[in-house]
Structures are given as structure tokens and as C-alpha cells.
């Protein structure tokens, strides 16, 4: 079940951040076919393809780029999500400090298809070693004359906001304001980075055109689902024998994906509980997992692919206290615009932490499953609906552990 | 034009009109907090939640654009519901120190609690704590705890006057409105955050603790501090003087006008009325006889003022009239310059510091009125004049409102002016080093304590409303003049500003067909 492995595939080598390592292994082939390509001839190769954003939402990518206005004449910026800061999820880290020109190259060929001169990689505050390789490689692609022909790239590093890896609030903090997601609409493809039409894409996503552009749509489909194509980085971390990152088809049910590559389950050996995309997707049960981890599968299995982060717990893992620390994290990173999920990630937070200290009140559970409920889809970005994932489904499929901890 | 329909009617509006602004036709008001028609769109507080057909979840009306054919539900039971959410959100770190807090009244966290909210409170534990009494600038003071991040205020000082000076800090419910280091909030404006901010966090340091809102009265006004005029509403203290140590005018603020202020009006406009409740208020008619000043009866004064002008000859008498006087006071002045035959008149003293003015809406001329006063037919070569009673050729000389000492003349000449002249007349609301200087004093009425219209620098004329009584025996200039006139056997003068006004649209052309219903609340433009 594993697979070819095609962004990893030079993760074994020491230097395959190098350009010369690249090249060596058919770096560039694509950029030299897509000059060759209309745009629009790309971006049909690319929705062909299946190829679905894999920072988070899940969105087509090729229907993404056609969203920019035929009509418009100013500049058109690409912007790369590289502020990976969905807890549990570590593969953009891995991608910018191994295969930083497989981004490059992606960049390129998807600037041409959306007809974009300046490219902007807005990396991860804390990712300063990615950003390091990842700058080394911009200036090789520029001295080998990749970039600087058409196309530029400028790599901006956040502050450590969770909040800048929501599209809009990444723009906003890319044109130098304080990181606050804006209102839509209107969308970035239509009035995004500096007021221009702004296609956002995560690295992982891009990191793929390359290889759609060589070896074509249908080949990239094949390796998916019936509408997800292709492989994607799996993070896998909590209470598992070898945690780390594992590139996979999307088809793969996250049963093998913890049994067959991960080693299996750590700590006392007995599966409790999964998140299976990032801390905002809701929580499985050990019975759940025999899903495919496509966007499609884990959504009818009410949770999301997300990021594909995916946090394993054993039985010795207390649900109320991982419940705790998620809503620690996401009262901590609200941004505070909007006042359902301002006022009340912090609120849920002193509930659930008065619950784990043993101070629960007999209301408590309640009241978070309704406050979470009523924020819900009531706010400008996907943050709070983000945070309301966990808050319902660890309470509701694990709501005995929380009881007993409330004092009758 | 988009057509659409609002709770079942239909309505039809501009291109661009968002559905806060759309409902407003039609009667149907949408709570909300962050959203003001001066400002930027934020969609912040989330409560201005409609229900759109076709739209799978209540959408704000903020952002949304009216379009053909839409169809929006503004009472539904999950707007309801939604909206009792987010007031309950807004609620759950706010201190509810309502008994203390000087927005109580006028708060529209209290509003709209009643109104959408109403819910068993469930919030039990320790509320976020955060600054509380910071005074940001000479005029506002912030309660951040209060505060429901809005960013009104905010978005003003970035938007509106392009200073600055505020931001938000820091994250989720400990986010707060603060300065940037080193900065303060004293632009020239910075008292409209006060009145933009919905709730308490924003108040005027000046206002508060001075009288609870509800024992105020208000009375549509203008501003007299520049030529601009902006539209304001005086707000006045008649219930609980006591609370106020005996302050009338509690404060000013702005009404709408889109023609002229839109939603704003400058601090030197919304602090300058101290004056009326002043202690060098004018309010008894008084003769001066050296250093000695006997206070006298309107009647006394009225008649000595008309015998001094009946004794001198028409060129022996010289007026400086007021920009700071109303059109119905200077209709009056006109008809008893012309009925004495007076030539000798002016109105425009340039002051010793020039007015600073700005490309929004301060004005250089710190006269409400100076285009009227040129309407009028008062023009004329005040400087002329003075050097005119320096030269002891007028016997009479008659000043209105001006302290010559101020102005950017030389004070040699304005004292040998006064001292040339036979009789100095003084009238005006307050005493002033000119006035001091005047054999007699007739007390005149603030703006606020009598009806009249200003013509601002484009050319509008509006009305301001009495507010308040006048204080002592102070009368309204037209009223002064209207005494005299009949004290000098003129046919009998109107007996209310509204009629001066009449008189004067029917004599001169500029405002033809001009009435107080005419103009309304919201001014009419003179013919030109």
C-alpha cells in the first residue's frame, strides 16, 4: 500500500536540497514542458488531474487558478502557504528543507498558468532552518536562471501566528498589518494580496504540479481516489511506534496508515482515539478507522483530511486533558475579531480546564456542546469552526470520560 | 437599480447599497455594532446576521450588497437565535457596571440585550481583566473592559483622519484597544470616537460623571465655531442642574448632514461652548460712567442708545457688525442702518492669530456666518472705520460682539478708536476688554438660547433651535435691534426670528423664498 513515493522520493539523499541534486533526478523537465503550454492548457491539466489543496480546506486546485478574472491587466500574485501550524502537522517543514525547487518549479509553472510575475512563500516564523534552505535554493534558481526571467520570488517569514495560515489573514499579514483574516467578499482570486487577484496554495499542493506537467492528469488521478488524485504527506505523531512523515495515496485507510506505516500503536498498545487531519478535525474512535484518508472519505466519516496530521492516543491518554490543550491552543490563537470565537475559545477553555482540575459543574458539558454550536459558522474565517471540531466530538463520543470527572 | 425584497416588502436602492443600509428604507433596523455608515466594512461583531433565501446560513448584512431579486428575512427564528448568541458573546467579558458606567442610557450593549438578548446568563467563571480609566488623549478616556473591539474608533483615526494614533493588541479575549507607543489621541478630531464607540469603553472626559443622559435634552443646533456650520445637537441639563454645578450646556454633539459634516464634527467645535455658561456672561443691560457700572432697564438702555443715534448724524455713527450673528440679527441691523441712514458698517476684523483650518472640515474664518453677513449688505472696511472714530468723526460707535483687542490690529488704534468715539455701545454674550471699555452694554443671547440661521462658507442656510433660556436678561441681537428700531419710530419689528427671516427673503434675492420649514433640519442653499 505504500506506493511510489514522488515529493519524498530524494528524502534520502543528504543533499537533495541542492539544485544539482534536482536536475539530477528530472528537476525542471516540467517548467521546460509547461514554457511550451498555454496557460489555460495548464490549468486544465492540473483540474484533470484531481489535485485537491493539501494545507487544509481541501479545495480543487485547478478550479482555484481559473477563478482569476480573464479580464484583469494589473499584476496577479501567487502566494505559497508556508506557515504549516495546524498542530500535529510537520510534512511543508520536511518539503522546504529537502525538495525546496520542487516548490520552486511548481511555482513557476503554476505563475504561468495563473499568469503571475511575483510569487511570495510566506514561511512559518519558527521554521527558521526551512527558511534557510528554502532561501538557499531561491538564490540557486536565480543564478541558474530559473527565476528573475519573468517571475520573482520573495520569501517572507511570519511572526508565529496560527491565525496567518488562514488565507486571508496570511495576506493581511504579508501587506504588513496585523494578522486579521478579511471578509469575504471578496475573495482573494478576486481582490487578494495588495488588492490584486491572489491565488493562495500550500506547498504541498504546489510541490505536485511539477510532476502532474511530466507524467500527465491521468497518471496523478490513477494514484487517488475518484476525485482526489495522487499522494500526500501524512504526519503521524502521538502514541505510535515510529512517528514521522509518510507519503502515501490519499486511498489509504488510516488503519494501515498507523498499522503499516507508523509502526503501530505506542503506549500500552490498545488504539483509543485519532484525529486523523490536524487538531481541528473531530476526533475518531479506535473503531472508526478503517476510512480512506481521501478528503472525501474522511468528510462522509464526519471529520476532515485536513492536513493530514494525524495524532494517535492509546488508551493511557486522557480525552478531557487532550480536549484541555486543544482549546488552550485555540483560545490562544484567536485572533479576536470576531466575537463569537473571541469570547468564547476562551471561555470553553476555563470550562474544560475547571472539568480536568476536577471543578466541573453539571452544566459544563452542556454548555460547551451549545456555545460550540451556536458559534459555529457565524464568523469571518474557518478558524472558530476549526476549534468547534474538537470542542463536539470529543465530548460527544467520549462524554463518560468527562463525566466522571465532575463532581456529583 | 437593485429591487429587492425585505421582510416581505420590496425596496428598491443604489447599486453598492449593503443590506443594513437597504433595510433602513424600509423601516427594518438590523442590529449591529461594528458596521457605520462613515467607515469600512470590518464584519466583526457578527450581529448584524440576516437570512437570505437561498443562502444556506444567516449571512451579515454588512458585507452583503443588495442585489436583484434578493430576498432577505430579518426576524427569523435562527436570526433570533443567532443573534441572542452573539449578545451573549459580546456580554461575557464585559464587567455589566452599568450603575457606574457613564454610557448607561445611551449603550447599545443595554439595548440590544433587551431588545435580541434576554438570556439566562451561563458564564460563571472569572472574566478577562484588562486597563481600566486610560486616558488616551486630552479628550477620551478608555475602559478596555468595556470595550467589544468594534474598531470603530480605529478604523476612524486610519480612515478619517489618517493619524493612526489606535490599534488592537494583542489576541482573542485578551485583545484590547490601546495606543501605539508614543502616540496620544489628540487629533483635531478625536472626539467623534466617543461618539461612534457603541458601548462604554470610549467616554468624554469632559462629559463624564457630570449628568446621567437621561435627564438630558437635546435641541437641533449649529456649530458657531467656524464657517462650515456643522450640523450638531446641544445637548442641555434643565432636569439636575445640581449635577453639574449649575453647567447648562452639557454637550455637543454631531448630527448628521451629509452635505456638510457627514457624521463628524472637530474637538474645538465640540468644546467650544464654554463660553455660555461662562462667568463673564453678559446678562443685564448696564451704562458705565467711568469706573463706575450701573446695571439699567432694557428700556432705559433701549431708549438712551436711540437717542445717542437719533443725536448724532447718519455719518457720525459707525457699527462693527458680527460674522458671529445670526442672518435674522443682521436683517435687523440693515434695516436700522438704512432707516438712520448709517454707511459707516463692517463686520470682518482679521483676528491676531489666523484660524488654522484643514481639507476635511475646519475652516480658516472662525465666523458661522460670514457669507450671510456679505448677503446681507454688511461689507465695509471696519479698519476704515476705527481710524475714522480715532479721528473723533463718529460720535457713535457701536460694536458687536468683537474684542478689537484681539484682532491682528495695533491696540494704540483700537484704544484711540474708543476713546474717540462720543458713545461706545457694546453688544454681545460675554464681557471682553472691548466691552469693558463700552458706555453701554446690551446683553446678547447665546446661540443656544435663541432660534436663528447661519449661511455657511457654500452657501446653506440652517436653522439652530433655542435649547435653553436665555441667561439673566440677555436677548437675541434681532430683538435688541428690533427695540431700538421702534424706539427710533421704525414701522413695528417682526416679534420672532422666523419673521426676520421672512423679511429678509423677501428683500434681498440670495434668499428668496427662504422659511424655517423651508430650510428643515437639514439647511437650504441661498440662490446664487
Not at chain 2, 458596521?35 to 469600512?40: A, C, E, F, I, R
Request: with cysteine.
Amino acid at each position: 500500500m505504500t506506493g511510489e513515493k514522488i515529493l519524498t522520493r530524494n528524502f534520502g539523499r543528504a543533499d537533495s536540497h541542492t539544485l544539482s541534486a534536482y536536475l539530477e533526478t528530472g528537476g525542471y523537465t516540467a517548467w521546460q514542458k509547461a514554457q511550451a503550454m498555454e496557460p489555460a492548457a495548464i490549468t486544465e491539466e492540473v483540474k484533470q488531474s484531481n489535485l485537491r489543496g493539501l494545507g487544509g480546506a481541501g479545495f480543487p486546485t485547478g478550479t482555484k487558478w481559473a477563478f482569476i478574472p480573464k479580464n484583469h491587466t494589473g499584476p496577479v500574485y501567487l502566494v505559497i502557504n508556508a506557515d504549516e501550524g495546524e498542530p500535529g502537522t510537520f510534512k511543508d517543514r520536511y518539503l522546504l528543507e529537502r525538495e525546496p525547487h520542487a516548490l520552486i518549479e511548481g511555482m513557476l509553472v503554476a505563475a504561468r498558468a495563473v499568469r503571475s510575475a511575483t510569487g511570495f512563500v510566506y514561511v512559518r516564523g519558527e521554521y527558521v532552518e526551512p527558511w534557510r534552505r528554502f532561501s538557499a535554493a531561491v538564490r540557486e534558481a536565480y543564478d541558474a536562471g530559473y527565476l528573475g526571467h519573468g517571475f520573482d520570488v520573495v520569501v517572507h517569514r511570519g511572526a508565529g501566528a496560527y491565525i496567518c495560515g488562514e488565507e486571508t489573514g496570511l495576506i493581511s499579514s504579508l501587506e504588513g498589518k496585523k494578522g486579521w483574516p478579511k471578509v469575504k467578499p471578496p475573495f482573494p482570486a478576486i481582490k487578494g494580496a495588495f488588492g490584486m487577484p491572489t491565488i493562495v496554495n500550500n506547498v504541498e499542493t504546489i510541490c505536485h504540479v511539477p510532476h502532474i506537467v511530466n507524467r500527465g492528469a491521468a497518471w496523478f488521478a490513477s494514484l487517488g481516489t475518484k476525485t482526489q488524485g495522487g499522494t500526500r504527506i501524512f504526519s503521524v505523531s502521538g502514541r505510535v511506534r515510529k512517528p514521522g512523515i509518510y507519503e502515501a495515496s490519499v486511498a489509504i485507510t488510516l488503519r494501515a496508515l498507523i498499522d503499516d506505516l507508523a509502526g503501530g500503536v505506542a503506549g500500552n498498545g490498545r488504539l483509543k482515539a485519532v484525529v486523523p487531519g490536524g487538531s481541528s478535525a473531530a476526533i475518531l474512535r479506535f473503531d472508526e478507522i478503517d476510512v480512506t484518508m481521501d478528503v472525501d472519505g474522511l468528510r462522509n466519516a464526519g471529520t476532515m483530511a485536513g492536513s493530514a496530521g494525524v495524532i494517535v492516543m492509546d488508551e493511557t491518554v486522557s480525552i478531557p486533558e487532550a480536549l484541555m490543550v486543544v482549546a488552550r491552543f485555540y483560545a490562544h490563537e484567536s485572533c479576536g475579531q470576531c466575537t463569537p470565537c473571541r469570547e468564547s475559545t476562551g471561555w470553553i477553555y476555563q470550562m474544560t480546564k475547571r472539568i480536568v482540575e476536577g471543578r466541573g459543574r453539571k452544566d459544563d458539558l452542556d454548555t460547551i456542546l451549545d456555545v460550540a454550536r451556536r458559534g459555529a459558522g457565524t464568523t469571518i474565517c474557518a478558524f472558530y469552526d476549526g476549534a468547534v471540531g474538537p470542542y463536539i466530538s470529543y465530548i460527544e463520543k467520549f462524554r463518560a470520560e468527562f463525566e466522571a470527572l465532575i463532581p456529583k | 437599480m437593485p429591487k429587492l425584497r425585505i421582510n416581505g416588502t420590496e425596496v428598491e436602492v443604489p447599486p453598492g447599497t449593503n443590506l443594513i443600509e437597504a433595510a433602513r428604507k424600509v423601516g427594518v433596523e438590523i442590529p449591529h455594532y461594528c458596521y457605520h455608515p462613515g467607515l469600512s466594512v470590518a464584519g466583526q461583531c457578527r450581529l448584524c446576521m440576516v437570512d437570505i433565501e437561498k443562502t444556506p446560513r444567516p449571512t451579515i448584512a454588512c458585507n452583503t450588497q443588495a442585489v436583484e431579486g434578493m430576498v432577505v428575512w430579518t426576524e427569523t427564528d435562527r436570526v433570533k437565535e443567532t443573534r441572542r448568541s452573539v449578545m451573549e458573546f459580546h456580554l461575557i467579558n464585559h464587567p455589566l457596571d452599568c450603575p457606574v458606567c457613564d454610557q448607561a442610557g445611551e449603550c447599545w450593549l443595554q439595548i440590544y440585550y433587551m431588545q435580541h438578548g434576554l438570556y439566562e446568563p451561563r458564564m460563571m467563571d472569572e472574566k478577562v481583566h484588562k486597563p481600566k480609566a486610560v486616558p488616551l488623549g486630552p479628550h477620551v478616556i478608555l475602559d478596555a473592559e468595556r470595550c467589544i473591539l468594534c474598531s470603530r474608533c480605529v478604523r476612524f483615526c486610519d480612515e478619517i483622519t489618517g493619524t493612526g494614533e489606535l490599534g488592537i493588541f494583542h489576541r482573542g479575549d485578551h485583545s484590547e484597544i490601546g495606543l501605539f507607543p508614543g502616540r496620544e489621541l489628540a487629533n483635531t478630531y478625536s472626539g467623534n470616537v466617543v461618539d461612534i464607540c457603541p458601548v462604554g469603553a470610549l467616554t468624554d472626559r469632559d462629559f463624564r460623571f457630570q449628568v446621567r443622559v437621561w435627564y438630558l435634552d437635546a435641541a437641533k443646533s449649529i456649530c458657531p465655531g467656524c464657517a462650515r456650520g456643522c450640523n450638531i445637537d446641544v445637548h442641555v441639563n434643565r432636569a439636575r442642574r445640581h449635577h453639574a454645578e449649575g453647567r447648562r450646556v452639557a454637550r455637543l454633539k454631531p448630527r448628521v448632514n451629509a452635505d456638510v459634516n457627514r457624521w463628524w464634527i472637530c474637538d474645538a467645535g465640540r468644546y467650544g461652548f464654554t463660553f455660555v455658561d461662562d462667568k463673564t456672561r453678559l446678562v443685564m443691560p448696564s451704562r458705565r460712567d467711568g469706573q463706575a457700572v450701573t446695571d439699567v432697564a432694557w428700556d432705559d438702555a433701549v431708549a438712551a442708545v436711540a437717542g445717542a443715534l437719533e443725536r448724532a448724524a447718519p455719518g457720525e455713527v459707525a457699527v462693527v457688525a458680527s460674522a458671529k450673528m445670526a442672518n435674522e440679527d443682521l436683517w435687523a441691523l440693515r434695516r436700522l442702518l438704512v432707516h438712520r441712514g448709517i454707511q459707516r458698517v463692517g463686520f470682518r476684523v482679521p483676528p491676531r492669530v489666523p484660524g488654522d483650518d484643514d481639507t476635511f472640515l475646519i475652516k480658516a474664518d472662525k465666523n458661522p456666518n460670514s457669507l450671510g453677513a456679505e448677503l446681507v449688505g454688511l461689507e465695509g472696511d471696519v479698519r476704515e472705520l476705527l481710524t475714522a472714530a480715532r479721528a473723533r468723526q463718529v460720535k457713535v460707535l457701536w460694536i458687536f460682539g468683537h474684542d478689537l483687542f484681539e484682532s491682528a490690529w495695533p491696540e494704540a488704534e483700537i484704544l484711540g478708536a474708543l476713546r474717540g468715539a462720543e458713545t461706545v455701545i457694546f453688544t454681545g454674550t460675554n464681557a471682553n476688554a472691548t466691552s469693558e471699555r463700552a458706555r453701554w452694554v446690551l446683553p446678547a443671547a447665546a446661540w443656544v438660547e435663541r432660534e436663528g440661521t447661519y449661511t455657511n462658507f457654500q452657501g446653506r442656510v440652517q436653522r439652530f433651535r433655542q435649547a435653553v433660556e436665555p441667561l439673566g436678561q440677555a436677548l437675541a441681537e434681532w430683538d435688541i435691534l428690533g427695540r431700538v428700531l421702534q424706539a427710533l419710530g421704525a414701522e413695528a419689528p417682526p416679534p420672532r426670528a422666523e419673521r426676520w427671516l421672512r423679511e429678509l427673503a423677501d428683500a434681498v434675492p440670495a434668499f428668496a423664498g427662504l422659511t424655517y420649514q423651508a430650510i428643515g433640519d437639514a439647511g437650504a442653499m441661498v440662490a446664487r
